[in-house]
């Protein structure tokens, strides 16, 4: 056989349900259909040594090979063993074939598969076990049976629509769900997606329609296997009247066309709900608020506790009340239908913008209370990214000079967020939109920009471009230089900021603790003796440090409570005799911040000072080799 046949024959085996059309063969191996009917009878003579096998065609149904499962993998071997697969391949299949299949698999069945030891697939095995652990799901071993994953068929598609979170990397690029299926069924699908838009007029980010993509496939998949979603008959009676099940419907007809496929009613539910939750963009924001009424009121709340917690008018900024209208409504949705996300920039926004990330927690608190709405910390950094561009937004000044256009891939908060950073900082830039990658040939087309600024290639489009990072870190400012010139300079030193809050009776060295809760429940208990907070500010600096570790990188963390339980400001310091765990990081260093409500304005410059600070390794060495306030000091004014 040549490498054509035995791709085709890799394909055919792989496939172990339903058919194959002839005419997405043909788009796969890139040849004609006669070529694959020709290539078809090269394969029924080499499988005429395995006696189980049979290439069954149907004109007009589609191809497919039935053979005993042990001449299936015995080929599939050969066929696999000039193509080692790297870790994150094998993983990746690994979890994927654990999430789809109903049997449980053996260690002896994977080590044949891949050519490697029991071990190593055992190691594999517990990854993928760890990581299924946030979606409640279980691998369970049966003694010589092997392995097989237990849970709700929702958990196990939400797991397998995150597949790409298995590999460190894989968050920022491709999704590696997408290599599992085959092009003509992506290509089908997404042309279906499309065309649902358009024809429905849905403002959906790039971000979103991928994200439907993946779930349809998966639905697609899942279905094929009858291996339905289980959803309680009152939401279904709810979601078949929403608009969305009627964009699900007419999606459905075509696939069913497309796939000779049936999906039941449940399916179009389970859909329908992808479609409520998908990220919009910010032209449907006076519809979404109009349609509901809740979603209003809870907006007006978080704007309103943000407003207070930092003294700062974001009501004034209608910009900041379009982009969190089509922002939430998603987020609300997907924790009311159980679509967890995970935030591959969490931990950078929460470096990048500590001030703000921890004004949004505490604002998430109220709203907790309110509305019973718990938002998590993955959905909550996406958020920090709206106010915080709404805060630059308001407090820059810029001058168009040069028209640049935005394409930016990760929604509309960090679009903003970009535009708020570039318009303050550089006067030799206007930003004239910011849109998704599938608008850019024809926006450009009609509006003529200077340059783009993107956060992904773009292909096929004339106008002079940039990519830069969707957080626009240092890396990418001095890329833009030949551009602008910088507007703010940090030119305070983190002296004058610890002078003025600093106190020796609130300063602890040479700390052992086990666990960072004890950290912050000693100082939080230190500015209760000292008069600076009520004895409720212990339980809720604890809660918050519950609710997201507050550590910033640089072995710093900066723990904090309720502003309004604390009697006057001051800043509470710890520094620890060994680093410890503080979320995902190691910590030697912490700042509590008792930021009273009368002093809000002062705490972005203290929380500033202490990012910097984060960013000055020796400098925080130094610091956690101090054995006095003075010393402590005397660091601090050195630098």
Known sequence: MNNRQ???????????EGVLQSKGLAEQLDCSEKTVRNDLGVLEDFLVDYPSAMITRKPGFGISIEMD??????????????????NEERLI?????????????????????????????????EIISDWLERYELEIVSKQRLGNVIQGQELKKRNALAHLSELIPKGANEKNVVLDLFLPYEIT???????????????????????????HALIMMKRTRQRAPVFVQESDKKTTLIQKEFQYASWLFDSLESSFRIHFPEV???????????????????????????????????????????????FKADSILMKGLAVHMHSVINRIKF?????????????????????????????????YLLEIPEDEAAYLVLHFQ???????????????????????????????????????????????????????????????????????????????ISPLFGQDDKKRLSQFVETLKQKNMEIKDVFSQFLNENLMFFDVEKEHRYEVVEMLATALFKQGYASK???????????????AIGGGIAIPHGDPSMLQRTIIATAVLKKPIEWGNERVSLVFMLAISKENQGDIRGVIGKIAALSESPLVVHALTGSKDYLDFLQVLEKT
């Open 93 to 125: 299949e690994i979890a994927f074939q654990l999430l789809t299949g109903d049997k449980a698999i053996t260690l002896q069945h994977w080590a044949d598969c891949y050519y490697i030891t029991k071990t190593a697939i055992k190691k594999d095995i």
């Open 69 to 86: 499962e042990e001449e299936r993998s015995e080929i599939l071997r050969s066929l696999f063993a000039d193509e080692p697969k790297t």
């Open 188 to 214: 089908t699908v997404r042309k279906a997606l499309e065309d649902m838009r358009d024809k429905f007029s849905i403002a959906f980010s790039d971000g979103a329609l991928e994200s439907l993509m993946v």
């Open 267 to 313: 399916e179009r539910v389970y859909f329908t709900w992808h479609i409520i939750s998908g990220k919009r963009t910010e032209e449907g924001s006076e519809q979404v608020l109009k349609y509901d009424e809740g979603l209003a009121s809870i907006l007006h709340t978080f704007i309103s506790k943000m407003e207070t917690l930092t003294l700062f008018p």
């Open 389 to 467: 561009a709404s805060m630059e937004r308001l407090e820059g000044k810029r001058e168009s000079k040069k028209k640049a256009l935005i394409v930016c891939h990760m929604g509309i908060g960090m679009s903003h967020l970009l535009e708020a950073k570039i318009g303050q900082s550089y006067q030799d830039i206007d930003i004239v939109a910011c849109i998704g990658k599938a608008g850019v040939r024809e926006y450009v087309r009609d509006h003529p920009v200077d340059f783009i600024i993107s956060t992904i290639p773009l292909e096929k489009v004339k106008a002079e471009q940039i990519v």
């Open 6 to 16: 035995k791709e085709l024959l890799k394909i055919l085996l792989l496939h172990d």
């Open 338 to 370: 159980g679509f967890p996300i995970t935030n591959p920039l969490l931990s950078n926004i929460k470096k990048m913008y500590p001030y703000m990330f921890n004004m949004v927690m505490l604002t998430l608190d109220e709203i907790k209370k309110t």
């Open 536 to 550: 409720e500010f212990i339980h809720s600096a604890v809660n918050r440090e519950r609710k997201s570790a507050t």
